[in-house]
């Protein structure tokens, strides 16, 4: 389980950055994205799909947190 680093970009764009991997994409999807909850299944631009999960309160960006593969 990675610890993955989340930002958004300067357009506004949720990013998935894996140090070790150096692995950066853009979040296509999250399975849960409220006012109360985030989390679930992360979708990338790149087809790939993480699990995290899902975090209440949602958190603030830029933070870091322990991703598995889904």
């Known amino acids: 389980m990675p610890n993955v680093m989340l930002r958004k ?3 506004g764009d949720l ?3 894996v ?4 692995l950066e994409e ?3 999807s999250v399975e849960t994205d409220t006012e109360t909850t ?5 979708e990338l631009a790149d087809g790939s799909k993480w ?3 899902p975090i209440s309160p949602p958190p603030a960006f830029p933070t870091t947190l322990r991703f598995k593969r889904a």
């Open 9 to 11: 970009s300067a357009q």
């Open 15 to 17: 990013l998935f950055y």
């Open 19 to 22: 140090a070790k991997k150096d």
């Open 26 to 28: 853009t979040v296509v």
């Open 38 to 42: 985030w989390g679930g299944t992360v």
């Open 51 to 53: 699990y995290v999960e």
